[in-house]
């Protein structure tokens, strides 16, 4: 089994989870996917750091943090720090980022590219949009 299909096989078994931080959120559903297809998360390391006290940590103490860790201001900065930028089309397991789907501490909302359309959480599971409403994309440089 390819990458392609481990990464429909978590999508299909991930669909009606519903968004729950620190558990299952735009986070830990791109790490878990790019797990799904490679053997490793693609942000292990960032998982639960966006939350403190059992509550999830506004977006002026997210910018403080990613400065901390990534001497990074913005999400997008931080990303930049470890994966490449794409412009156009974003390919199969490609970390994007879209304005149309539920926005959470980032200011976005994050997903994976599923190839021909990019899946994002929200509230009640999976929800898929059309390329053209991604607004950046990434893959690991």
């Known amino acids: 089994m390819g990458p392609r299909e481990r990464l429909n096989a978590f999508m299909k078994a991930t669909k009606d989870k ?4 620190g558990e ?3 986070l830990t559903f791109t790490n878990d996917a790019w797990r799904s297809m490679y053997g490793h998360g693609w942000a292990d390391e960032w998982i639960g750091q966006y939350i403190k006290s059992n509550q999830v940590i506004n977006r002026s103490e997210l910018r403080k943090e990613l400065y901390r860790l990534h001497g990074a201001n913005t999400f997008d900065e931080a990303v930049d720090t470890r994966w490449k930028r794409v412009d156009g089309v ?5 970390l ?3 304005k149309k789907a539920r926005k959470w501490i980032t200011g976005v909302a994050m ?5 021909t359309k990019c ?11 059309p390329l053209d409403d991604i607004d950046k994309a990434w893959v690991k440089s």
């Open 96 to 98: 994007v980022t879209t």
């Open 111 to 115: 997903g994976i590219c599923t190839g």
């Open 90 to 94: 974003p390919p199969l397991g490609a």
């Open 24 to 26: 299952h959120d735009c």
């Open 18 to 21: 519903p968004f729950i931080w």
């Open 119 to 129: 899946a994002f959480l929200d509230k009640d599971g999976v929800i898929y949009l």
